[in-house]
């Protein structure tokens, strides 16, 4: 009988070693697909804003090419007056020629009558006065009406080249430039709005692809959990025969520990017991679970009104289990919430701003509310034994043993101890 139990016992071990193994390579497996997902997530939230900013430059777009139409029109309306300007300075130009026809028919005149004045001798002396004044006042005209034919001459070329520029014909092959500059700015917008329409229906292609991660990746989370349910029941079924084991009275190699950490978490309780009669702390201080952060710790690190005397009572007890044997990894109390405010020494370091160090070396002052940590924390039963891996930082783990006994202060539940070995 002593030898089959010892097998199942063995047998046990095994399994349970190998379940927390297997839960805790799926607990990754569902964390990097948690991460995966997020990723996802966001990627397709930049996706939909993408697809919505290129949606943006279509309407920017569509409303450039209405602005460069208005445009054009406004070009046309603007050609049509210019036309009309040029009608109105020929008319304004032959004026000024029927002046000049008429200046000219003037200074005969006048000239033949200042001749017929020289003439008539002293008598016709005024009247050759009035036609020299007349024959040199009708040169003024003529010269300016010739001066605004040659400048309405030079306007007129100059208007007329804008009209050309302006006009927008289909019988001309040869366009005007503000027309082509307007042509290139409607082929770029075109451009641009093609552009965007083509990387709108490749973003669409990659919505859809993401839908599909989204579902496939919540489809793989939903098997992890059921997964995890079961490696959860295959691991509490190992556990729970190494109660059974334990509990028929035979020697087995978790004996000693089991043994080791119900009498030192009796002991705790004890120290914990005398400090309150010796009014060394009150029950509010002890109880106290207002875990206040100490600033830039990377693992989170807390302090409570309970650390100055778990720093006075825990180690001597905590490092003398941990002396028992080599298998020990570690000895601590924690309170019902897993949190530990003195650890052993050797884990009891200052962080060093190393996240991978510091998670391994410096443990202190810190919650492990894991499904352990909390079991542990929170077991009233004699003892509870379980099996676990332990996160060392830097994506480093080892698989341990636990066994845990209730710390309980004049009846009151407080935490538990916590001793973990090896396998």
Same mark, same amino acid.
């Given at each position: 009988m002593q030898a089959t139990v010892l097998s199942i016992s063995k047998q046990a071990g095994i399994m349970g070693r190998e379940a927390a193994e297997v839960r805790g390579q799926l607990d990754d497996a569902n964390k990097a697909l948690a991460r995966q997902s997020?990723?996802?997530?966001?990627? +397709?939230?930049? &996706?939909?804003?993408?697809?919505a900013a290129q949606q943006g430059i279509r309407g920017t777009s569509d409303n450039s090419l209405h602005a460069v139409a208005r445009a054009r029109e406004a070009v046309e309306g603007v050609s049509t007056e #210019? $036309?009309?300007?040029?009608?109105?300075?020929?008319?304004?130009?032959?004026?000024?020629? !029927?002046?000049?026809?008429?200046?000219?028919?003037?200074?005969?005149?006048?000239?033949?009558?200042?001749?017929?004045? /020289?003439?008539?001798?002293? +008598?016709?002396?005024g009247f050759g006065v009035v036609a020299d004044g007349v024959k040199d006042l009708a040169s003024k005209v003529e010269s300016s009406s010739k001066a605004i034919m040659s400048t309405v001459g030079e306007l007129d070329k100059r208007i007329e080249a804008l009209s050309r520029e302006l006009q927008s014909r289909s019988d001309q092959p040869a366009q005007g430039s503000v027309h082509l500059a307007l042509a290139e700015v409607e082929r770029g917008v075109s451009s641009i709005t093609a552009a965007a329409d083509?990387?709108?229906?490749?973003?669409?292609?990659?919505?859809?692809?993401?839908?599909?991660?989204?579902?496939?990746?919540?489809?793989?989370?939903?098997v992890l959990d059921s997964a995890? #349910? %079961?490696s959860e029941? *295959?691991? /509490? &079924?190992? @556990?729970?025969? *190494? !109660?059974?084991?334990?509990?028929?009275?035979?020697?087995?190699?978790? $004996?000693?520990?089991?043994? +080791?950490?119900?009498?030192?978490?009796? @002991?705790?309780?004890?120290?914990?017991? =005398?400090?309150?009669?010796? /009014?060394l702390i009150t029950a509010a201080d002890l109880f106290d679970e207002d875990y206040r952060p100490i600033p830039n710790t990377n693992p989170a690190q807390f302090t409570t009104r309970f650390v100055g005397l778990a720093d006075k009572l825990f180690p001597a007890v905590q490092e003398r289990v941990l002396g028992l044997s080599k298998k020990a990894v570690f000895c601590i109390a924690v309170d019902r919430n897993g949190y530990v405010a003195t650890h052993n020494r050797v884990y009891c370091n200052p962080?060093?701003? =190393?996240? +991978?160090?510091?998670?391994?070396?410096?443990?202190?002052?810190?919650?492990?509310? =894991? %499904?352990t940590g909390l079991a542990s924390a929170r077991n009233q039963r004699p003892f509870l034994l379980q099996t676990y891996r332990r996160d060392m930082g830097g994506g480093k783990f080892v698989l341990l043993k636990e066994a845990a006994a209730p710390i309980t202060v004049n009846g009151k539940h407080w935490g538990g101890l916590r001793l973990a070995f090896n396998f």
């Amino acid at each position: 009988m002593q030898a089959t139990v010892l097998s199942i016992s063995k047998q046990a071990g095994i399994m349970g070693r190998e379940a927390a193994e297997v839960r805790g390579q799926l607990d990754d497996a569902n964390k990097a697909l948690a991460r995966q997902s997020q990723t996802v997530l966001a990627l +397709a939230e930049q &996706v939909r804003n993408i697809t919505a900013a290129q949606q943006g430059i279509r309407g920017t777009s569509d409303n450039s090419l209405h602005a460069v139409a208005r445009a054009r029109e406004a070009v046309e309306g603007v050609s049509t007056e #210019v $036309s009309g300007i040029v009608s109105t300075l020929r008319h304004v130009a032959d004026a000024a020629s !029927e002046i000049t026809q008429i200046a000219l028919q003037t200074r005969l005149v006048a000239f033949n009558a200042s001749v017929e004045a /020289k003439r008539a001798g002293e +008598a016709g002396r005024g009247f050759g006065v009035v036609a020299d004044g007349v024959k040199d006042l009708a040169s003024k005209v003529e010269s300016s009406s010739k001066a605004i034919m040659s400048t309405v001459g030079e306007l007129d070329k100059r208007i007329e080249a804008l009209s050309r520029e302006l006009q927008s014909r289909s019988d001309q092959p040869a366009q005007g430039s503000v027309h082509l500059a307007l042509a290139e700015v409607e082929r770029g917008v075109s451009s641009i709005t093609a552009a965007a329409d083509e990387s709108r229906g490749i973003c669409d292609g990659l919505n859809g692809q993401m839908h599909a991660m989204e579902a496939e990746m919540s489809q793989s989370s939903r098997v992890l959990d059921s997964a995890m #349910v %079961r490696s959860e029941s *295959f691991l /509490k &079924v190992s @556990e729970h025969l *190494f !109660e059974l084991v334990a509990e028929c009275g035979l020697e087995t190699e978790d $004996s000693p520990f089991i043994r +080791a950490v119900t009498e030192a978490a009796a @002991e705790i309780s004890h120290l914990l017991g =005398d400090a309150l009669e010796n /009014k060394l702390i009150t029950a509010a201080d002890l109880f106290d679970e207002d875990y206040r952060p100490i600033p830039n710790t990377n693992p989170a690190q807390f302090t409570t009104r309970f650390v100055g005397l778990a720093d006075k009572l825990f180690p001597a007890v905590q490092e003398r289990v941990l002396g028992l044997s080599k298998k020990a990894v570690f000895c601590i109390a924690v309170d019902r919430n897993g949190y530990v405010a003195t650890h052993n020494r050797v884990y009891c370091n200052p962080q060093r701003g =190393d996240l +991978a160090w510091d998670t391994a070396n410096s443990r202190y002052r810190r919650i492990f509310n =894991d %499904r352990t940590g909390l079991a542990s924390a929170r077991n009233q039963r004699p003892f509870l034994l379980q099996t676990y891996r332990r996160d060392m930082g830097g994506g480093k783990f080892v698989l341990l043993k636990e066994a845990a006994a209730p710390i309980t202060v004049n009846g009151k539940h407080w935490g538990g101890l916590r001793l973990a070995f090896n396998f």
